[in-house]
């Protein structure tokens, strides 16, 4: 089933990245790494992806969440390894987004194995509140 991990990130509205892999909870080594920052035009956030292919790399927007779907390559199955700490399995990962971000806007880019989703900010939301 879904693990829900819990972050005080202040870019996302209660953030919960639910993540999934085969039919078992993945591990930490299968999910890739993220980052999430909060930027004036909106939320960037940013996946670790080395190896994977704009072909292998599936977005999807359901109910307010960003899901992340890869396929890592396949490595030679018959090789012997002695060690073997980089994961190849497929995996599916999910961001909450509030309701302060567009997520039908969203624009993703893979550079140099780094997938950046950035996320605008919804029209007439405002980041800073005048004091009177």
Known sequence: ??????STSPGLCKPRVAY???NASAPASIRPMMNASEHADGLLLEFALPGVQRSDIRLELKDEVLWLEAKRPDTDDAARYHRREMSHLPFRRGIRLGERYDAASCQASLVHGVLQVRVPHRNGYRKEVDVK
């Open 20 to 22: 999934r892999a085969g």
């Open 1 to 6: 089933m879904y693990a829900k991990n819990y």
